[in-house]
């Protein structure tokens, strides 16, 4: 059974850096995009970017500037860091598997606030 | 970006009642190579990550239950729930993932009366 379990800082000053991490246990961690995935309280879910196991990744275009996925795969792991945060970056963040979305991590609430 | 709109925004039903969801693509997200529409629904309940119902437009994920069904092409698609159940109050997404930048629909609320 695959499991994905995500860690990171859940409050954060204004223009500090976010960093989450997303470990998959379970399955193959070859053949699959892993994703970011974010849900700002009560508002709809929006893709922050990918990444698969060679390192390739793609970003969401407006956020692109300040977002950096990475790949360990000897951990099985991957990670998310979005810099500068503001308000507006306050919101659930989950990490995921594939396209379409069949796994996704238990979700971090990430509140930015001075 | 290809930009997903839904409707309607909420609906309420009562038990046993069909309940019908629309989602439209801004674009097709038919890929004529394989005839496939990269197109998913997803069911998310309070405090939960969203769970995967349909994928390809019509295909249901193991262990949905047969009351969920979508269907459509190219730019408009329909999730339909025949039969509402208590457990079936959750809001509703569609995805498509024909594009590199994954997009949403702003979800529907499903209320049982």
């Known amino acids: 059974q695959v499991q994905l379990r995500q860690w990171g800082a859940g409050l954060l000053k204004p223009s500090e850096t976010l960093s989450l991490t997303c470990a998959v246990y379970?399955?193959?961690?070859?053949?699959?995009?892993w994703s970011w995935i974010r849900q700002p309280p009560g508002k709809e879910l929006e893709w922050i970017g990918e990444?698969?196991?060679?390192?390739?990744?793609n970003y969401r275009p407006s956020l692109k500037s300040r977002v950096t996925i990475s790949v360990d795969t000897s951990k099985n792991q991957f990670s998310l860091r979005l810099s500068s945060v503001t308000a507006a970056d306050t919101a659930v963040y989950y990490c995921t598997r594939g396209r379409p979305i069949n796994y996704w991590g238990q979700g971090t609430l990430v509140t930015v606030s001075s | 970006d290809i930009v997903m709109t839904q409707s309607p925004d909420s609906l309420a039903a009562s038990l046993g009642e069909r309940a019908t969801i629309n989602c439209q693509s801004s674009q097709s997200v038919l890929y004529s190579s394989n005839n496939k529409n990269y197109l998913a629904w997803y069911q998310q309940k309070p405090g939960q990550p969203p769970k995967l119902l349909i994928y390809w437009a019509s295909t249901r994920e193991s262990g949905v239950p047969d009351r969920f069904s979508g269907s459509g092409s190219g730019t408009d698609f329909t999730l339909t729930i025949s039969s509402l159940q208590a457990e079936d109050a959750a809001v509703y997404y569609c995805?498509?993932?024909?594009?590199?930048?994954?997009?949403f629909g702003g979800g529907t609320t499903v209320e049982i009366k």
């Open positions: 990444i698969n196991q060679s390192g390739v990744t």
């Open positions: 995805q498509q993932y024909y594009s590199t930048s994954l997009t």
């Open positions: 379970g399955g193959s961690f070859s053949g699959y995009y």
